[in-house]
């Protein structure tokens, strides 16, 4: 497998240093950190919003153990949020696997907002366009590529990931 084009293209011409890292099959970002072996706070959940007021498209961006707040968005990042449809994400992702959101909106011209716990991290793990690889990108390129766009504290812990996965948010990698 190999990441979708529009993602090699878009890492391609920004000149972004990236390292696919393969994992099994996985339908989720927090089993890609499981199957991947790396920290849930590291992997990014890339969460597809439609604005029902004029119907454009918001990928927001969380690290994969946190649950995506919609009520901490400002009202100028999505004024009326809601989550997009899976029958959606084919039109909107088209070289993407179904229910593989790349966390690289702008390579979609679509918007994006991320959560401020993601440029704390050393390295990030985004969806690759499948569900079978991760790309990986250094903390510098997800500065470089992502400082022009919003981003503030919009997710929070999830309670169930926190309840099992406890070592893993301390540091430690089971």
């Known amino acids: 497998m190999s990441a979708a084009r529009r993602l090699a293209n878009y890492l391609s011409v920004s000149q972004t240093n990236y390292r696919l890292i393969?994992?099994?099959i996985t339908h989720s970002?927090?089993?890609s950190a499981h199957a991947a072996h790396l920290p849930a706070a590291?992997?990014?959940k890339s969460v597809l919003l439609r604005?029902?007021?004029g119907g454009r498209y918001t990928v927001a961006l969380t690290p994969a153990c946190n649950r995506l707040n919609m009520h901490w968005l400002k009202p100028e990042v999505a004024h009326q949020p809601v989550l997009a449809r899976e029958s959606e994400l084919p039109d909107v992702f088209p070289d993407c696997s179904l229910?593989?959101?790349p966390g690289f909106g702008q390579a979609y011209n679509?918007?994006?907002v991320w959560d401020d716990e993601l440029g704390e991290q050393p390295c990030l793990y985004f969806e690759a366009g499948n569900h079978e690889e991760l790309i990986q990108i250094e903390q510098?390129?997800?500065h470089q590529l992502f400082h022009g766009y919003p981003h503030a504290m919009i997710s929070l812990p999830h309670e169930a990931y926190v309840e099992y996965h406890v070592d893993e948010l301390r540091g430690s990698v089971h």
């Open 110 to 112: 679509l918007d994006l």
């Open 29 to 31: 970002a927090a089993d």
């Open 42 to 44: 590291q992997v990014v």
């Open 22 to 24: 393969p994992h099994r």
């Open 99 to 101: 229910g593989a959101v």
């Open 140 to 142: 510098y390129d997800f």
């Open 51 to 53: 604005d029902c007021a």
